[in-house]
C-alpha cells in the first residue's frame, strides 16, 4: 500500500516538475480551427501559451491555451538535393512520383512572408490577427469580417482575395491594406490601427481615432501587445521602425494621436489618443 503511494507521489511530482519547465524540442501546436504553428520551445504564461517561433527566443506568438487542441513533434525537413536526385531516379525508371499531401498552413512562414512582401514588421501583424480574430482561421465577425485579420467581402475583393479562409491569401490581403493605411496616415501607426478598424472615413471625419470604444480599445490592444513582444526584445519599437521596414522612406509622422516614451531598452508606442 505504501509502496503504491509513493509511486503515485513521485508520478505527480514528476509531471508537476515537467509542467513548470518550458518545453525545449521542435514542434507544431495544432489548433482546434485546424491552423498549426512551428516553434522551437514553449512555456506557459498565466491563461495563454507562448510559442517561440524562432530558436534564439526573439520571436515568439502567445496563443489562449483553451486553443490548442494538441502538440506534436515537427516535421522533419527534407533535403532538397536527395528528393531532387529521388526523383530524378524514379523518372529515369519511370515510376510515378506521388504528389506530397498538402502541409497544414504555418502561421508564422504566412506572417513572414507577407511582412516581408509589404516591408512591415511581423510582430504588429501578429499583433493585428491576435486583436482581430484570435488566430482562427474560420472566425466570422458579426458584421461579417472573415479570416484571421477579418477581411470585408468588399474589402477582400478589392485587395484580390477570392477566399478569405486562405491562410496565405487573407494574411496577404489584410497585411497590403496595413501598409496600405499606414502610407496614407504618414505612418502613423495609432491612426492605420483605428482606420483599420474603424474604416478611413471615420478617422478622417473626426482627424484621428474616432470617439468609438470598441476602436480605441482594439487599438490600445494591439499597441500592448506589440510593445510587449519589443520590450521582451530589448528592440527599438517606435512607430517607423515597427510599422515600415523601408528603408528609402522616412516620413515625419504626425503627433496628434501618438506619442512614445522610453521603457526598458527600447522605444515603445503610446496608445494615446486624442
Keep these: 500500500m505504501k509502496l503504491r503511494f509513493l509511486r503515485h507521489f ?50 515568439f506568438i502567445d496563443v ?39 502541409p497544414t498552413p504555418n502561421i508564422a512562414d504566412v506572417v513572414n512572408e507577407a511582412s516581408g512582401r509589404y516591408r512591415l514588421d511581423p510582430d504588429l501583424v501578429n499583433s493585428v490577427i491576435k486583436a482581430e480574430s484570435g488566430f482562427n482561421v474560420r472566425a466570422v465577425s458579426p458584421k461579417g469580417a472573415q479570416g484571421l485579420m477579418q477581411l470585408m467581402p468588399g474589402t477582400a475583393s478589392q485587395l484580390g482575395v477570392p477566399n478569405a479562409f486562405d491562410p496565405a491569401a487573407n494574411v496577404d490581403g489584410g ?34 481615432v474616432p470617439p468609438y470604444y470598441e476602436t480605441r480599445a482594439y487599438v490600445a490592444r494591439i499597441v500592448k501587445d506589440f510593445n510587449k513582444k519589443k520590450i521582451a526584445k530589448g528592440q527599438s519599437a517606435g512607430p517607423q521602425n ?3 521596414q523601408n528603408k528609402g522612406a522616412q516620413p515625419k509622422s504626425r503627433t496628434t494621436a501618438k506619442h512614445t516614451s522610453k521603457s526598458g531598452t527600447g522605444t515603445t508606442v503610446a496608445a494615446t489618443a486624442r
Design 10 to 59: 513521485v508520478s505527480g511530482v514528476t509531471l508537476l516538475v515537467m509542467g513548470a519547465f518550458p518545453c525545449l524540442a521542435g514542434e507544431v501546436a495544432v489548433l482546434k480551427n485546424g491552423f498549426a504553428i512551428k516553434h522551437e520551445r514553449r512555456e506557459i504564461v498565466g491563461d495563454l501559451t507562448r510559442l517561440y517561433v524562432s530558436a534564439d527566443g526573439a520571436s
Design 64 to 102: 489562449p491555451t483553451a486553443e490548442i487542441e494538441h502538440f506534436e513533434p515537427a516535421p522533419v525537413e527534407p533535403d532538397p538535393e536527395a528528393a531532387a536526385n529521388s526523383d530524378k531516379g524514379a523518372g529515369a525508371r519511370g515510376r510515378a512520383v506521388a504528389p506530397s499531401a498538402r
Design 175 to 208: 497585411t497590403k491594406y496595413l501598409r496600405e493605411l499606414l502610407e496614407r496616415y504618414n505612418f502613423d501607426m495609432v491612426k492605420a490601427l483605428a482606420a483599420y478598424n474603424a474604416g478611413p472615413q471615420r478617422v478622417e471625419q473626426y482627424g484621428g
Design 242 to 244: 515597427a510599422a515600415a
